[in-house]
Protein backbone atom coordinates (compact mmCIF):
# COMPACT_ATOMS: atom_id res chain seq x y z
CA UNK A 1 0.00 0.00 0.00
CA UNK A 2 1.02 3.72 -0.50
CA UNK A 3 2.23 5.46 1.62
CA UNK A 4 3.44 9.25 2.83
CA UNK A 5 5.72 10.58 5.57
CA UNK A 6 3.86 12.13 8.02
CA UNK A 7 5.31 14.61 11.23
CA UNK A 8 3.20 15.90 14.01
CA UNK A 9 5.19 18.77 16.45
CA UNK A 10 4.15 20.72 18.91
CA UNK A 11 6.29 23.33 21.04
CA UNK A 12 7.46 20.47 22.97
CA UNK A 13 8.75 18.30 20.63
CA UNK A 14 8.16 15.86 18.61
CA UNK A 15 4.68 13.85 18.56
CA UNK A 16 4.76 11.38 15.34
CA UNK A 17 7.51 10.59 13.02
CA UNK A 18 6.43 7.93 10.29
CA UNK A 19 4.90 6.25 6.93
CA UNK A 20 1.19 6.17 7.35
CA UNK A 21 -1.38 5.73 4.88
CA UNK A 22 -4.14 8.38 5.08
CA UNK A 23 -5.04 11.31 7.26
CA UNK A 24 -7.77 13.05 8.47
CA UNK A 25 -7.10 16.27 10.21
CA UNK A 26 -9.48 18.94 11.38
CA UNK A 27 -8.99 22.39 8.54
CA UNK A 28 -11.45 25.61 9.39
CA UNK A 29 -13.15 24.47 6.08
CA UNK A 30 -14.19 21.10 7.42
CA UNK A 31 -12.19 17.53 8.14
CA UNK A 32 -9.42 17.56 4.95
CA UNK A 33 -8.58 14.26 4.01
CA UNK A 34 -4.79 13.43 2.65
CA UNK A 35 -3.36 10.32 0.62
CA UNK A 36 -0.05 9.45 -0.82
CA UNK A 37 -0.13 12.11 -3.69
CA UNK A 38 -2.09 15.15 -2.43
CA UNK A 39 -1.86 18.30 -4.16
CA UNK A 40 0.80 20.23 -2.10
CA UNK A 41 -0.83 23.19 0.07
CA UNK A 42 -0.77 24.93 3.37
CA UNK A 43 -3.58 24.49 5.76
CA UNK A 44 -4.62 25.55 8.99
CA UNK A 45 -6.35 23.76 11.19
CA UNK A 46 -8.56 24.41 13.92
CA UNK A 47 -8.97 22.41 17.79
CA UNK A 48 -10.66 18.99 16.47
CA UNK A 49 -9.43 15.45 16.38
CA UNK A 50 -7.22 13.70 13.84
CA UNK A 51 -6.59 10.69 13.04
CA UNK A 52 -4.28 8.55 10.48
CA UNK A 53 -4.04 4.87 9.09
CA UNK A 54 -0.96 3.57 9.70
CA UNK A 55 -0.16 -0.24 9.07
CA UNK A 56 -3.81 -0.45 8.54
CA UNK A 57 -4.75 1.08 12.12
CA UNK A 58 -6.40 4.09 12.94
CA UNK A 59 -4.73 6.25 15.59
CA UNK A 60 -6.34 9.24 16.88
CA UNK A 61 -5.20 12.84 18.37
CA UNK A 62 -6.98 15.54 20.08
CA UNK A 63 -5.34 18.74 18.55
CA UNK A 64 -5.58 22.28 19.41
CA UNK A 65 -4.93 24.11 16.10
CA UNK A 66 -2.00 24.72 14.27
CA UNK A 67 -0.83 23.99 10.34
CA UNK A 68 -0.54 21.68 8.21
CA UNK A 69 2.14 22.02 5.19
CA UNK A 70 1.04 19.17 3.23
CA UNK A 71 3.37 18.18 -0.04
CA UNK A 72 2.49 14.49 -1.88
CA UNK A 73 5.22 12.72 -0.55
CA UNK A 74 4.78 14.44 3.05
CA UNK A 75 2.98 16.32 5.61
CA UNK A 76 4.11 18.10 8.60
CA UNK A 77 2.20 19.09 11.52
CA UNK A 78 3.03 22.08 13.46
CA UNK A 79 0.35 22.04 16.46
CA UNK A 80 -0.05 23.91 19.36
CA UNK A 81 -0.84 20.52 21.11
CA UNK A 82 -1.31 16.96 20.18
CA UNK A 83 -2.00 14.69 22.57
CA UNK A 84 -2.49 10.59 21.67
CA UNK A 85 -5.77 9.30 22.57
CA UNK A 86 -4.40 6.39 24.48
CA UNK A 87 -2.74 9.31 27.00
CA UNK A 88 -6.14 10.66 27.34
CA UNK A 89 -8.21 10.19 30.93
CA UNK A 90 -11.03 10.09 29.59
CA UNK A 91 -12.84 10.61 33.06
CA UNK A 92 -10.57 13.39 34.00
CA UNK A 93 -11.60 14.97 31.20
CA UNK A 94 -15.25 14.92 31.26
CA UNK A 95 -14.41 16.29 34.94
CA UNK A 96 -12.65 18.77 34.09
CA UNK A 97 -15.60 19.72 31.30
CA UNK A 98 -17.97 20.10 33.52
CA UNK A 99 -16.12 22.36 36.03
CA UNK A 100 -15.73 24.99 32.90
CA UNK A 101 -19.07 24.34 32.21
CA UNK A 102 -20.71 25.45 35.19
CA UNK A 103 -17.81 28.00 35.55
CA UNK A 104 -18.91 29.72 32.88
CA UNK A 105 -22.83 29.12 33.65
CA UNK A 106 -21.93 31.32 36.67
CA UNK A 107 -21.95 34.74 34.52
CA UNK A 108 -19.68 35.96 36.77
CA UNK A 109 -16.69 36.45 33.76
CA UNK A 110 -15.78 39.27 31.68
CA UNK A 111 -15.76 38.81 28.07
CA UNK A 112 -12.28 37.78 27.78
CA UNK A 113 -12.65 35.11 30.67
CA UNK A 114 -15.59 33.46 28.64
CA UNK A 115 -13.73 33.35 25.76
CA UNK A 116 -10.94 31.89 27.39
CA UNK A 117 -12.83 28.96 29.19
CA UNK A 118 -14.74 28.68 26.37
CA UNK A 119 -11.59 27.69 24.37
CA UNK A 120 -10.37 25.68 27.37
CA UNK A 121 -13.92 23.66 27.31
CA UNK A 122 -13.71 22.83 24.16
CA UNK A 123 -10.24 21.71 24.37
CA UNK A 124 -11.32 18.74 26.57
CA UNK A 125 -14.11 17.92 24.75
CA UNK A 126 -12.46 17.26 21.66
CA UNK A 127 -9.97 15.43 24.61
CA UNK A 128 -13.21 13.25 25.49
CA UNK A 129 -14.32 12.86 22.27
CA UNK A 130 -10.89 11.43 20.70
CA UNK A 131 -10.23 9.03 23.68
CA UNK A 132 -13.96 7.47 23.48
CA UNK A 133 -13.28 7.52 19.34
CA UNK A 134 -10.26 5.58 20.10
CA UNK A 135 -11.62 3.05 22.65
CA UNK A 136 -14.41 2.23 20.40
CA UNK A 137 -11.76 1.22 17.54
Known amino acids: M???????????????????????????????GVLPGHEAQVVVMKPGPLHYT??????????????????????????????????????????KAGDKQKALNTGRMNSDDVARMEASLLKELIRVKVAERARKG
Do not use: M
Open 54 to 95: REGREEWLAVSGGFAQISPEKVVLLAETAELAEAIDAARARA
Open 2 to 32: KTFHLEIVTPDGPTFKGEVESLVLPAWEGQL
